[in-house]
């Protein structure tokens, strides 16, 4: 088997600041005979110079276009629209699965160039659990800027920080609400129900048992809602735009953490257009007032954080890379995509 070569890429997206592989543990992986070229990047939370500082090659942002053929590129959020054809393997969150705006236009890319997706968002043991994931740290932002709106303490435009001020400035804001948290079991609930917890805030807890049989009325009691719930499947949709318009809604600021907008399977179908780091919140309904978030990077606001917790996670199954186990499992729903959506299958020589 040649000697498998990891490329990480500068992501472009300028709010973007976390890296799937810290310099720590990209050690980890050069010291193991792994190959592990990095690019400059202006706003990666860790400079190059750590990368270097352990054995990886540098390369220019964006040099992975000319990358050699063998070489996996390695990142998080969406590519340039450059090439149109990919020909390398690729390990980041494609979102490309569940019938997303330009989804198909995105795997043909990958059909027509003879590439690859390997999806991080299905990269799960046996029993379909999520093997790297920034979950936790994605209900933790997404509650603490509901509170922190709520009560009237969100600046903007958001800027990225560490746990320690969140939690000052949660500690610091000051006003009585209720809260409910949707998927309060999983990675994002769990990090939702800390933050809340440190604004002083014991939220109402919803999972599985509670979202079979929902109690609309229950939920639109609640004047702050943080939905993590992801689901693979569709259901019925939590919150409809007829809830929106109840007189008698208490529901004030709405956080969707899932941020699953465009897709069938969403279960917020109240809005069309996500918020971003400039303009956090949006206003959906004006009587009774209804404020949106639904930031679909909010990890990156604890860029160090998220990415300590991703890599170390990431790099055991980077260890083991290979056709077989999880990542067997990420080339069969890659090809099952592929097609259901048509497209003829391309093989990829896995050397």
């Known amino acids: 088997m040649t000697q498998?070569?990891?490329?990480?890429?500068?992501?472009?997206?300028?709010?973007?600041?976390?890296?799937?592989?810290?310099p720590s543990d990209a050690a980890r992986?050069?010291?193991?005979?792994?190959?592990?070229?990095?690019?400059?990047?202006?706003?990666?939370?860790?400079?190059?110079?750590?990368?270097?500082?352990?054995?990886?090659?540098?390369a220019a942002a964006g040099s992975w276009v000319s990358a050699p053929k063998e070489?996996?590129?390695?990142?998080?959020?969406?590519?340039?629209?450059e090439p149109t054809r990919l020909t390398h393997r690729h390990i980041f969150f494609g979102h490309a699965y569940k019938g997303q705006p330009g989804a198909e236009a995105l795997l043909r890319r990958f059909?027509?160039?003879?590439?690859?997706?390997?999806?991080?968002?299905?990269?799960?043991?046996d029993d379909g659990r999520r093997l790297a994931a920034f979950g936790y740290w994605a209900g933790y932002m997404g509650a603490a800027l509901a509170v922190l709106h709520h009560r009237g303490a969100l600046d903007a435009p958001l800027q990225p920080t560490t746990k320690e001020a969140v939690e000052a400035r949660l500690r610091a804001s000051e006003g009585e609400l209720t809260a409910l948290v949707i998927g309060a079991l999983g990675r994002c609930g769990r990090g939702a129900r800390v933050a809340l917890l440190e604004a002083g805030i014991e939220p109402t807890c919803w999972d599985l048992a509670e979202?079979?049989?929902?109690?609309?009325?229950?939920?639109?009691?609640?004047?702050?809602?943080?939905?993590t719930v992801l689901t693979t499947t569709p259901v019925p949709p939590f919150l409809t735009d007829k809830d929106l318009d109840e007189p008698d809604r208490r529901l004030r600021t709405l956080a969707?953490?899932?941020?699953?907008?465009?897709?069938?399977?969403?279960?917020l179908?109240?809005?069309d257009t996500t918020?971003?780091?400039?303009?956090?919140?949006?206003?959906?309904?004006?009587?009774?007032?209804?404020?949106?978030?639904?930031?679909?990077?909010?990890?990156?606001?604890?860029?160090?954080?998220?990415?300590?917790?991703?890599?170390?996670?990431?790099?055991?199954?980077?260890?083991?890379?290979?056709?077989?186990?999880?990542?067997?499992?990420?080339?069969?729903?890659?090809?099952?995509?592929?097609?259901?959506?048509g497209m003829a299958e391309r093989k990829f020589d896995h050397d």
């Not at 059909?111 to 043991?125: A, F, I, K």
């Not at 969707?256 to 279960?267: C, E, H, I, K, L």
């Open 4 to 22: 498998l070569h990891l490329w990480l890429r500068h992501e472009t997206r300028t709010t973007e600041r976390r890296t799937p592989i810290v």
């Open 29 to 58: 992986l050069v010291a193991d005979g792994v190959t592990l070229t990095v690019e400059e990047s202006p706003q990666r939370v860790f400079p190059v110079e750590e990368y270097e500082a352990v054995g990886c090659r540098v």
């Open 71 to 81: 070489a996996v590129i390695v990142g998080l959020k969406e590519l340039p629209d």
């Open 111 to 125: 059909v027509t160039g003879g590439g690859l997706l390997l999806d991080l968002e299905y990269l799960v043991d």
């Open 211 to 227: 979202t079979r049989d929902l109690d609309r009325r229950a939920l639109l009691d609640h004047e702050l809602m943080v939905n």
């Open 256 to 267: 969707d953490v899932t941020v699953d907008v465009g897709s069938p399977m969403n279960v």
């Open 269 to 271: 179908p109240v809005y």
């Open 275 to 341: 918020t971003g780091w400039d303009h956090p919140v949006r206003r959906l309904r004006e009587r009774p007032v209804l404020d949106l978030i639904a930031i679909d990077n909010l990890p990156s606001l604890l860029p160090e954080e998220a990415s300590n917790d991703f890599s170390a996670a990431l790099v055991l199954q980077l260890l083991d890379f290979g056709v077989t186990g999880p990542w067997g499992r990420c080339l069969d729903r890659f090809t099952d995509a592929c097609q259901e959506l």
